[in-house]
C-alpha cells in the first residue's frame, strides 16, 4: 500500500524552527521528485518546496527562500523540510506528495502522484 506519512509539525513561537519529515512506504521514492505544499485556511494549497529524485534540482517558494531548506534520504524513503525563522504566515496544514516528474521539481498538485494526509504547524505567540 503506497503511503506518505508527515511528522513534526506543532505549535511554535515567531521565530522558531520545525523540522518536518515525509516518510513513504510502498513504494521506492527514488525516482519521484518530492514536494511540500502547504494550505492555509480559506487559500489554495501551494507549493512551498519541491526536490528531485536525485537531489540536484530545488525549488522554493519566494516567500520561504532563505528560511527553508528541503533535503531527502534515499536509504530511509525519507524527504524533511527544515524550517527556520518561521513567521505567522507561515501557518498552514503541511502536506507531502511525489511526482513521477523525478527528473524536475514540479509546482504543480496536479503533477503529483500520491499525497500525505497533512501536518499542522501554527506559528503564534
Known amino acids: 500500500q503506497v503511503q506518505l506519512v508527515e511528522s513534526g509539525g506543532g505549535l511554535v513561537q515567531p521565530g522558531g524552527s520545525l523540522k518536518l519529515s515525509c516518510a513513504a512506504s510502498?513504494?521506492?521514492?527514488?525516482?519521484?521528485?518530492i514536494g511540500w505544499f502547504r494550505q492555509a485556511p480559506g487559500k489554495e494549497r501551494e507549493a512551498v518546496s519541491c526536490?528531485?529524485?536525485?537531489?540536484?534540482?530545488?525549488y522554493y517558494a519566494d516567500s520561504v527562500k532563505g528560511r527553508f531548506t528541503i533535503s531527502r534520504d534515499n536509504a530511509k524513503n525519507t524527504v524533511y523540510l527544515q524550517m527556520n525563522s518561521l513567521k505567522p504566515e507561515d501557518t498552514a496544514v503541511y502536506y507531502c506528495?511525489?511526482?513521477?516528474?523525478?527528473?524536475?521539481?514540479?509546482?504543480?498538485?496536479?503533477?503529483?502522484?500520491?499525497w500525505g494526509q497533512g501536518t499542522q504547524v501554527t506559528v503564534s505567540s
Open positions: 506528495a511525489a511526482s513521477g516528474y523525478g527528473y524536475y521539481t514540479p509546482v504543480s498538485p496536479v503533477s503529483y502522484n500520491y
Open positions: 526536490i528531485s529524485s536525485r537531489a540536484d534540482r530545488t
Open positions: 510502498g513504494f521506492s521514492t527514488d525516482s519521484y521528485a
